[in-house]
């Protein structure tokens, strides 16, 4: 699937702006934020562009993750209810003390990824693919000039919020991604005494890969990053599953912040 790993910035046009200006400041090129953003007929004139839309940015020399470059007016709030996230993680995973201190221009890791559109998608089956709601991916898009809801350009790049509990955000693999035994996960937690939790399980509810613990590199009240790795303890029955990050309780060992990623085998 055409997920997009490259570096991607989120920015809110400013008077004076040209996509010239943007590109160069963001090591991109005008051709790409063009494309990507649909910056062309029938949508707009070609490169037209106005203050206080949103456009998603490609650094086209390296790979990472999405961030959101703040503008006037907004707080952390407001960005992690326009990308249906939470304040705590939002913050926690840029180290961010105190939320009430952002400023125009900090950039701010979001949990979302870019999708490009192929012939034949929808936003429905597009939703149901990665397991994002609808009116989360409306809301992370709202602003783009080339975005609508009742129709959609292949080749346009879509932002697409992640699924995350308020202390915990998955970012390997990312929904819809295809895996095997032994695959790579990577996140960040903010858990009691570091641990956390995960398995797989198939469409039909068949545990794939029992449940293992791994430690974060920092316990609550910080977030943590970790890394493991996922073996196959039976094969799928399915061709779709779920990854299932999660931690238990230290009461009565309940599943707590349970974060379900859409796999596919």
Not at 19 to 40: C, D, F, G, K
Request: proline letters at 7%.
């Amino acid at each position: 699937m055409p997920i997009i790993t490259r570096k991607n910035y989120l920015y809110t046009v400013r008077p004076g702006d040209t996509l010239y200006s943007i590109a160069q400041r963001y090591r991109s090129s005008v051709q790409e934020i063009m494309r990507i953003n649909h910056l062309y007929p029938p949508v707009t004139d070609p490169g037209l562009i106005y203050p206080g839309n949103l456009l998603v940015v490609p650094d086209v020399s390296s790979a990472g993750k999405v961030s959101y470059i703040v503008k006037s007016g907004d707080s952390m709030n407001s960005i992690a209810m326009k990308f249906s996230s939470h304040v705590d993680l939002v913050s926690g995973i840029n180290r961010i003390e105190n939320p009430s201190m952002i400023y125009p221009g900090q950039l701010v890791t979001i949990p979302a990824f870019i999708y490009e559109i192929q012939m034949g998608d929808s936003l429905f089956n597009i939703s149901r693919k990665f397991g994002t709601p609808l009116q989360s991916i409306i809301s992370a898009n709202q602003g783009r000039p080339g975005f609508q809801t009742d129709v959609i350009w292949p080749g346009y790049q879509l932002i697409l919020p992640q699924i995350t509990s308020r202390n915990i955000v998955v970012w390997n693999p990312l929904p819809g991604t295809r895996v095997a035994s032994g695959q790579r996960i990577e996140g960040q937690a903010r858990a009691f005494e570091a641990n956390v939790l995960h398995q797989v399980r198939d469409a039909n509810g068949v545990i794939v890969s029992n449940e293992r613990f791994t430690t974060a590199d920092i316990g609550a009240p910080a977030y943590g990053s970790f890394i493991s790795t996922v073996p196959w303890d039976r094969s799928p029955t399915s061709s779709v599953g779920e990854l299932w990050v999660y931690t238990r309780s230290a009461n009565d060992g309940s599943i707590q912040d349970l974060v379900r990623t859409i796999v596919y085998f």
